[in-house]
Nanobody
Framework: QLQLVESGGGLVQPGESLRLSCTTA??????????IGWFRQAPGKEREGVSC???????????VYEDSVKGRFIISRDNNKNTVYLQMNNLRPEDTAIYYC????????????????????WGQGTQVTVSS
């Protein structure tokens, strides 16, 4: 079964950047075949979708972003490393959360690109804290 592993979280000050990585624990799974989403859950809040790639019907490479991160976060793939990244720039205290990556086979298609119910496989999460 596909197992996802996130890394790259940490403690940063407002305005700084972090890059999160999502890869597989089992190299036989090719993430290029999956729609990958990044989600986050802040203390006391529901988990929400942040960004996804290859998650829009009809466009394998299209990226989707939640409004609050547009222009600050960038999702990308490195197929050679079988890794999906979330580059987070100009971080704000409200970005503090546990960040999860999730995957679903891309050929299935997604009706709701950032709907967590669409995704079958989840990582354990990585903590991001933005504080001065």
């Amino acid at each position: 079964q596909l197992q996802l592993v996130e890394s790259g979280g940490g403690l940063v000050q407002p305005g700084e950047s972090l890059r999160l990585s999502c890869t597989t624990a089992n190299a036989k799974y090719d993430l290029d075949r999956y729609a990958i989403g990044w989600f986050r859950q802040a203390p006391g809040k529901e988990r929400e979708g942040v960004s996804c790639i290859s998650c829009s019907d009809g466009d394998d490479g299209e990226e989707v972003y939640e409004d609050s991160v547009k222009g600050r976060f960038i999702i990308s793939r490195d197929n050679n490393k079988n890794t999906v990244y979330l580059q987070m720039n100009n971080l704000r205290p409200e970005d503090t959360a546990i960040y999860y990556c999730a995957a679903v086979p891309a050929h299935l298609g997604l009706r709701d690109s950032l709907g967590q119910h669409e995704y079958d496989f989840w990582g354990q999460g990585t903590q991001v804290t933005v504080s001065s």
